[in-house]
C-alpha cells in the first residue's frame, strides 16, 4: 500500500513539477492556432514571424512573448500547471488569464479544476452581462472634425430594460493623451503612436453625455448577435486586457480596429480584423461585423444639436423669438398664450441656452442661474413635453457606402479626342455620393486620384487630391453656420495644346442655405496658390469665389452643379474657370454611375462629358 | 478613482436641510453645467478619441464602490448616476418625462406602477430638490430622499 502511494505521489510530483504537455495538437501547432493568435494579438511580421501589438510587457508570461507565441503558450501551460510557483502565485496567474485558462482547458489535457476568482466574480456581478451592443456616434453637421464618428461597446445587463441603457457599463478604448499637449502635437502624436491606448470601462451615461449632449453626434446602437457565453468570453479577455496598452495610431490601430480585435475573441472562428491592414475607419468595421451576421437593428439617438433644430421648427416665428430673448435673461411674461406654447418656449430657451452654454464656451456664472430660472418656471407647467422628437432618419449608418472607392470612365472631349480613365479614392464621401449614414452637405475626400488612358495610349496622371474637404451646414433660424473648404493636390487644366499640370491649394469661406436633404445653394469666397505647368511654374495667387447648388431629386439620385471663378493676380491670364454638372444615380448600396459635364478655361477652353461607373468597397 | 476622491474632497457636506441624511451617497460634488468642454476639444478628439473628461477610469471603475473598494449597495450607484447626470436630470424633472428620470426611478427600485407617482412628485417639487445653480449631487441625492421619505405612498422608497 505504502509503495502504491509512493509511487502514486512520484508521477504526480512528476506532472506538477515538470513540463508535461499532452494535448491532440503539438506545441507548435496549438501555439499557431486562430485562436491563441487572437487572444495574443499577434499579427504576422516583418522581422520575426508574429509581433503582438500589446505594447505592454506585463501582459506576456514569456520574456519574448511579445515576439513568440509558442513561448508565450509555454509559459501560460507551464504557469497554469504551477510549475515553479507556490498555489496561491499559481491561482493568481489563472485568474489574471481567464480567457486563456477557458480555451487551453479544452485543448490540453491537464486537472486544473475550474475557475474560481474572487476579483473576477465581483467584477462580473457588478455587470452581469447578457449582451453585448456596438454604439456607433456618427457625427452632427457643424462639427466637421468628428466626420470619421468613433465606436465604442455597451454591455448590456440581464435585467435592463431600455430604461437602464444609461447605468450599463461601456467599453472604450482610445488613447490617452498628455493634457500639456496642443492641439496640433496631439494631432501628430495621434497619427505616429505616440500615445498609448487602453480600454476603459465606464457608465454608459457617461459616453451619452460626452458624444450625444457635448460634442452633439448622433448615437446609433446595434445590438450584437453573442450568445450570453460569448459576452462572458469577451469579457473574460478585456479582464486580462486590464492594464495592458496598445500603441495608439488613429489610422490602423484605432478605437474601432482595438474593438474587433476584443470582439473577435468571443467565438473561436471568427475573424473581424485580419482585412484590415492599412487603416481602419469606424463605419467599415460596422460594416465587418453586418457582413458576419453580428448586428441587430440599430436604436438611433438624436445629438443634441438635431433635437435643438427639431424643436425649433415646431415653434412659431414669434415663439422662437420669444424663447430667444429668454436665452439672454428675463422671464416669460403673461401673455394669451397657453401652458402648452409656454411650456415649448421655456423648454426650448432652456434647449438653445444649454447648447450655445457648450458651443460658444458662455461664462457658467450668467448662464447657469438663468437655466436653472427657466427650469423652475418649466416645473411650473403640470404638462408633458409638447415636442415631438426627431425622427429616426430612414438609412442608417451599416447601410452605407463602402469607405474606399474606385472608377472606370469614358471621357469625351469637344475636340473629339476620347480617354478611359481609372480612379481611386482612399477614403470618405463626397457631396454626390449616396447619402445613406452619412451626414448631409459634407465632403471629405483623403488621395483622390485619377489616371487616364488616351486613344494613342498615352498614360498620365489626372488628378491627386491629397485632401479635398468641404463642409456645408445650412443657416437656419438657429445655428448661424459658416461653410467652408480646402483642397490641396494636383489637376489638369485647359492649356494650349494640352491639359497641363496644375499644382494648387485652395480654401473658401462663406454661406449655405436651403436643405441638405433636398435642395441647398452655397457660396463660397476663394483664395488659392497655383504652380505647375499651367503657370509656366511661377506661382500664382487666385482670388475669387466657388459657388454651387446640390439638388437630392429622389432617394437615389442627386444633381450637383459647381462652379468656380478665380482672378488671377499678376498673370498673363485673367480669369481661370471651371464649371460641373454632375448626375449620380445611386443604383446600390455600393454601385453608382455617374455623368459629368465640363467646362473649363484656363489659357483656352477645353469642353468634356464624361461617364463613370463607381464602386465602393 | 483619482477624479472621485478629488471631487468627493472638494465637496461641502451641507448641513443646512434638518432633513438632510449625509449618510447616503458618496458625498460628491458635481454641480449643474460643471465642466467646460468647449471647442478645443473637438480637435482633441479628431485623432484621438481622448476627452478632456479623465479616460483613465480603468477596468473596474464604478463596479466597487464610492472609493474603489467594498460592495457596490443602491445608494453608491444612485450617488454616481446623479452625479454623472446632473444636466440631464434636471432637464426631465422639470418636465415630469425623460430617460434619464426614468432611469433615476428604476436604479433607485421604485416599482413600475409607482414611477408615474415619482417622476410627477419630482415635477412638483423641483424647486426643492434643485435648490439652486449650486446645489451638488449629495445635495440632490437627499433632497429626493425627503421627498420620499414624506409622500406616504413612495415612503417605502427611502433610502437608508
Known amino acids: 500500500m505504502n509503495k502504491k502511494n509512493t509511487v502514486i505521489s512520484f508521477f504526480l510530483f512528476l506532472s506538477f513539477s515538470s513540463f508535461s504537455f499532452s494535448s491532440q495538437y503539438s506545441l507548435d501547432e496549438l501555439a499557431q492556432q486562430s485562436y491563441w493568435l487572437k487572444l495574443g494579438h499577434y499579427r504576422s511580421a516583418i522581422i520575426s514571424d508574429w509581433k503582438s501589438e500589446v505594447d505592454d510587457s506585463s501582459f506576456f508570461l514569456a520574456d519574448d512573448g511579445k515576439r513568440d507565441p509558442k513561448a508565450e503558450l509555454l509559459a501560460t501551460i507551464n504557469a497554469f500547471n504551477g510549475k515553479d510557483l507556490d498555489a496561491k502565485a499559481r491561482q493568481d496567474v489563472i485568474c489574471r488569464y481567464p480567457a486563456r485558462f477557458q480555451y487551453l482547458k479544452n485543448k490540453v489535457d491537464n486537472n486544473w479544476g475550474e475557475l474560481d476568482c474572487i476579483e473576477l466574480k465581483k467584477w462580473q456581478l457588478a455587470i452581469d452581462p447578457d449582451a453585448i451592443t456596438l454604439v456607433f456616434p456618427t457625427a452632427f453637421m457643424n462639427n466637421p472634425s468628428s466626420m470619421f464618428g468613433h465606436t465604442l461597446l455597451r454591455i448590456d445587463s440581464k435585467d435592463q430594460t431600455r430604461n437602464k441603457d444609461l447605468v450599463a457599463f461601456s467599453v472604450n478604448f482610445a488613447a490617452e493623451a498628455d493634457p500639456s499637449d496642443n492641439p496640433a502635437t496631439y494631432a501628430i502624436k495621434g497619427l505616429t503612436g505616440s500615445y498609448p491606448g487602453r480600454f476603459a470601462l465606464m457608465p454608459y451615461y457617461k459616453k451619452v453625455r460626452e458624444y450625444n449632449d457635448l460634442e452633439s453626434r448622433d448615437i446609433w446602437e446595434y445590438k450584437l448577435n453573442f450568445t450570453p457565453k460569448e459576452v462572458e468570453t469577451v469579457l473574460f479577455h478585456l479582464w486580462e486586457l486590464k492594464t495592458a496598452y496598445f500603441d495608439y495610431y488613429f489610422i490602423d490601430e484605432n478605437c474601432s480596429y482595438q474593438l474587433l480585435a476584443l470582439l473577435q475573441v468571443g467565438r473561436e472562428n471568427l475573424d473581424l480584423t485580419s482585412m484590415f491592414n492599412l487603416h481602419a475607419i469606424p463605419s467599415d468595421t460596422v460594416a465587418a461585423l453586418r457582413d458576419k451576421g453580428l448586428l441587430q437593428d440599430p436604436k438611433y439617438r438624436a445629438a443634441f444639436g438635431t433635437k435643438l433644430f427639431t424643436y425649433s421648427e415646431q415653434l412659431s416665428d414669434d415663439d422662437l423669438e420669444v424663447a430667444r430673448m429668454l436665452t439672454k435673461g428675463g422671464v416669460l411674461e403673461q401673455s394669451d398664450r397657453t401652458p402648452i406654447e409656454n411650456a415649448a418656449i421655456l423648454e426650448m430657451a432652456y434647449e438653445w441656452l444649454n447648447f450655445e452654454y457648450y458651443d460658444k464656451a458662455l461664462k457658467r456664472d450668467v448662464a447657469a442661474p438663468q437655466l436653472t430660472k427657466l427650469l423652475i418656471a418649466r416645473s411650473k407647467i403640470r404638462t408633458t413635453s409638447p415636442f415631438l422628437q426627431p425622427e429616426r432618419p430612414i438609412a442608417s449608418p451599416d447601410e452605407g457606402h463602402g469607405s474606399s472607392r474606385v472608377g472606370l470612365s469614358v471621357s469625351h472631349f469637344k475636340d473629339n479626342q476620347e480617354q478611359f480613365n481609372f480612379s481611386y479614392r482612399f477614403s470618405y464621401h463626397d457631396l454626390l455620393d449616396q447619402y445613406s449614414g452619412f451626414i448631409p452637405g459634407a465632403k471629405i475626400s483623403f488621395l483622390d486620384t485619377e489616371a487616364s488612358i488616351n486613344e494613342t495610349g498615352t498614360v498620365r496622371l489626372n488628378r491627386f487630391y491629397f485632401i479635398d474637404a468641404m463642409s456645408l451646414p445650412v443657416d437656419n433660424r438657429i445655428f448661424d453656420s459658416w461653410s467652408w473648404n480646402f483642397r490641396m493636390g494636383f489637376d489638369r487644366q485647359a492649356d494650349i495644346l494640352k491639359q497641363s499640370g496644375h499644382e494648387f491649394m485652395q480654401t473658401g469661406y462663406g454661406k449655405s442655405i436651403g436643405n441638405a436633404n433636398s435642395l441647398q445653394a452655397y457660396f463660397l469666397g476663394s483664395f488659392e496658390l497655383n504652380g505647375g505647368d499651367i503657370t509656366n511654374n511661377h506661382l500664382k495667387l487666385g482670388v475669387g469665389s466657388e459657388f454651387g447648388a446640390l439638388w437630392q431629386i429622389s432617394q437615389r439620385n442627386k444633381l450637383g452643379l459647381s462652379s468656380k471663378v478665380m482672378r488671377l493676380i499678376d498673370s498673363d491670364v485673367e480669369y481661370h474657370a471651371q464649371t460641373d454638372l454632375d448626375w449620380n444615380w445611386a443604383f446600390d448600396q455600393n454601385w453608382a454611375l455617374r455623368s459629368t459635364l465640363t467646362h473649363q478655361k484656363w489659357h483656352k477652353e477645353s469642353n468634356r462629358a464624361k461617364l463613370t461607373l463607381f464602386h465602393y468597397f | ?160
Open chain 2, 1 to 160: 478613482m483619482k477624479k472621485l476622491i478629488a471631487v468627493a474632497a472638494l465637496s461641502i457636506l451641507p448641513f443646512t436641510n434638518a432633513m438632510a441624511d449625509p449618510d447616503i451617497g458618496c458625498g460628491l460634488g458635481s454641480v449643474l453645467l460643471a465642466e467646460k468642454e468647449g471647442q478645443l476639444f473637438k480637435v482633441l478628439g479628431a485623432t484621438t478619441n481622448a476627452s478632456s473628461s479623465n479616460q483613465v477610469f480603468g477596468i473596474t471603475f464604478g463596479t466597487l464602490g464610492c472609493d474603489g473598494t467594498g460592495p457596490v449597495t443602491s445608494s453608491v450607484k444612485l450617488a454616481l448616476f446623479i452625479d454623472g447626470n446632473m444636466e440631464s436630470l434636471a432637464r426631465d424633472m422639470s418636465k415630469g418625462q425623460g430617460e434619464s428620470l426614468s432611469t433615476l426611478a428604476a436604479v433607485w427600485g421604485v416599482s413600475a406602477e409607482d414611477k408615474a407617482l415619482f417622476m410627477e412628485v419630482a415635477q412638483a417639487n423641483f424647486s426643492e430638490v434643485f435648490t439652486s445653480e449650486d446645489v451638488t449631487s449629495q445635495v440632490v441625492l437627499e433632497n429626493l430622499n425627503a421627498l420620499v421619505t414624506n409622500n406616504a405612498k413612495l415612503a417605502e422608497y427611502k433610502l437608508s
